[in-house]
């Protein structure tokens, strides 16, 4: 029983997306924590204003962050592409983010290889988690941990 597994993965039970850009989530004012958040982050989508007078107070304390999370976004969507078109061990060619949620292959970096696009992607999306959660502590930004 150890060794077993299961015959054949589960239907999804959500669509998976390669980068979660909005939220429903309501959040408080990223500066004066009072008012709620109206004005989202055009760029990182990861921080909320009341109002363009609190979003210019933040804007140079935010710029680094916003810069970091727009980067790491494009690098988790350029590493997310060869996962798209995905050859399994078996030789069939899968979509990683559709046809095969419950059998993703383990990322070559447990085994030394840092190339494979699966670990290459695992390194980006972690990094892009890193630098939103940063931002959620920064500027007590819920929205933040939602989509990281």
């Known amino acids: 029983m150890y060794g ?3 015959s054949e993965s589960l239907p999804a039970v959500r669509k998976v997306s390669i980068v979660c850009s909005e ?3 309501e959040s ?3 500066v004066c924590f009072v008012k709620k958040g109206q004005i989202t982050c ?4 990861a921080v909320r204003y009341c109002g363009s007078k609190c979003k210019k107070q933040q804007r140079l304390k935010h710029e680094h962050w916003c ?3 727009t980067k790491a976004v494009e690098e988790v969507k350029a590493r997310a592409e060869p996962l798209k078109a995905y050859k399994l061990p ?3 060619i899968v979509n990683l983010f559709q046809d095969n949620l419950g059998k993703l292959p383990i990322p070559s970096y447990f085994y030394g290889n840092l190339d494979d696009p699966v670990s290459l992607y695992y390194s980006a999306r972690m990094d892009l988690i890193h630098d939103l959660k940063t931002v959620g502590r920064l500027n007590n930004s819920k929205i933040a941990y939602d989509i990281a």
Not at 42 to 45: A, D, E
């Open 42 to 45: 055009w760029f990182c989508q």
């Open 23 to 25: 939220t429903k989530t």
């Open 28 to 30: 408080q004012c990223s």
């Open 90 to 92: 078996d030789n069939s």
């Open 4 to 6: 077993d597994q299961f």
């Open 67 to 69: 810069k970091e999370i």
